[in-house]
């Protein structure tokens, strides 16, 4: 960017047009790193768990340094959960797809685990 308002100074017209093309080029692979990566570590296989607060939890084995996926220390505890859908009620529109964990299975599960920060 700085280089194409340099070359607006000296008015050279292609070289404007070309410093802007290569500042939205590397703009565009930004953001797409940035998609990439949330969509990776916050919501990809490497689960974190997101607070009511806003705050995200993500879990690191102690002795490796790594992160840890919610399956390798997560136990699944039966429960009553149940995806509601539109048949169970007159005034029912919708609920979002439950969870394959639940916060109190990742907090008994951390408990149990020493060896994850």
């Not at 990439?36 to 974190?48: D, L, M, Q």
């Amino acid at each position: 960017m700085v280089l194409a308002v340099d070359a607006g100074h000296h008015m050279k017209k292609n070289k404007v047009a070309f410093y802007m093309l290569l500042t939205i080029l590397g703009g565009a692979v930004f953001v797409g790193s940035q998609a990439w990566e949330w969509y990776n570590f916050i919501k990809g296989e490497f689960g974190a768990v997101e607070t009511k607060g806003g705050r995200i939890l993500q879990f690191v084995d102690a002795s490796t340094g790594k992160q840890i996926a919610l399956e390798e220390f997560v136990k699944k505890v039966p429960s009553d959960r149940i995806q509601h859908t539109g048949k169970e009620g007159i005034w029912f529109e919708g609920e979002p797809k439950l969870y394959k964990y639940t916060v109190d299975q990742v907090v008994a599960s951390f408990y149990t685990h020493k060896e994850i920060l």
